[in-house]
């Protein structure tokens, strides 16, 4: 059972367009981190979220921490073909300083 | 934010050699540090958390004599596989913890003969 669940696996869009990535769990985490990894490289940092229903905005990227600290989503507005990348949610749980990754989201943003 | 680096970027080795790989934080400390083995288009699957100044804690599954973890100091830790084969190839990655947030290195990629 994976647990964190995320959401959509692939995604193919054309640039311009919106989307939104999400990632969703029966557990309470602490925190939540999104990360972005290119091929052959270490997933880099996006953003960390700790409180329930925080907002956080990362020019056209937004991030959102369910209020219950369960969920998490990511919306992208009109994605660029730099957005191309590997998307991944991890999650840490009470006082263990160990993630939780999502499956990842492979998103291609098509010129 | 905070840089990890790893060394080497990419080992080929023959079969029955061990490789080691090192993981440094370089602007921080950390008393943690992470290692994780990636498959293509999959996402990262934790193998052991590294304890500065005391033994590693491995995931289930995974071979503590296989994969040898130390952590020497508070900005370094090495995995070492040692008699490798080519079932042990894949992307290796790292990460150091600071403030709530895994920090990654670049990754190593190892490939066995």
């Known amino acids: 059972t994976q647990l964190l669940e995320q959401s959509p696996q692939f995604l193919s869009i054309q640039e311009g367009e919106n989307l939104t990535v999400y990632c969703n769990s029966s557990?309470?985490?602490?925190?939540l981190q999104w990360y972005r990894q290119e091929p052959g490289e270490g997933p880099v940092l996006l953003v960390t979220?700790?409180?329930?229903?925080e907002v956080k905005k990362l020019k056209r990227l937004t991030f959102q921490f369910g209020d219950a600290r369960k969920d998490s989503s990511l919306h992208i507005t009109a994605a660029q073909p730099g957005d191309t990348g590997l998307y991944l949610c991890?999650?840490?749980?009470?006082?263990?300083?160990?993630?939780?990754f999502g499956k990842g989201t492979k998103l291609t943003v098509n010129p | 934010g905070a840089v990890v680096s790893q060394h080497p970027s990419w080992v080929i080795c023959k079969s029955g050699t061990s490789v080691k790989i090192e993981c440094r934080s370089l602007?921080?400390?950390?008393?943690?540090m992470f290692w994780y083995r990636q498959f293509p288009k999959q996402s990262l699957m934790l193998m052991a958390t590294?304890?500065?100044?005391?033994?590693?804690?491995?995931e289930q599954g995974v071979e503590k004599d296989k994969f040898l973890i130390n952590h020497a100091s508070l900005t370094l830790s090495t995995l070492t596989v040692t008699s490798a084969h080519p079932e042990d190839s894949s992307f290796y990655i790292c990460?150091?913890?600071?403030?709530?947030?895994?920090?990654f290195g670049p990754g190593t990629r190892l490939l066995v003969l």
């Open positions: 557990s309470v985490f602490s925190s």
């Open positions: 590294s304890n500065e100044g005391s033994k590693a804690t491995y």
């Open positions: 990460s150091a913890n600071k403030v709530e947030t895994q920090y």
């Open positions: 991890a999650g840490a749980q009470g006082g263990s300083e160990k993630l939780v």
């Open positions: 602007d921080f400390q950390a008393t943690t």
């Open positions: 979220v700790v409180t329930g229903g």
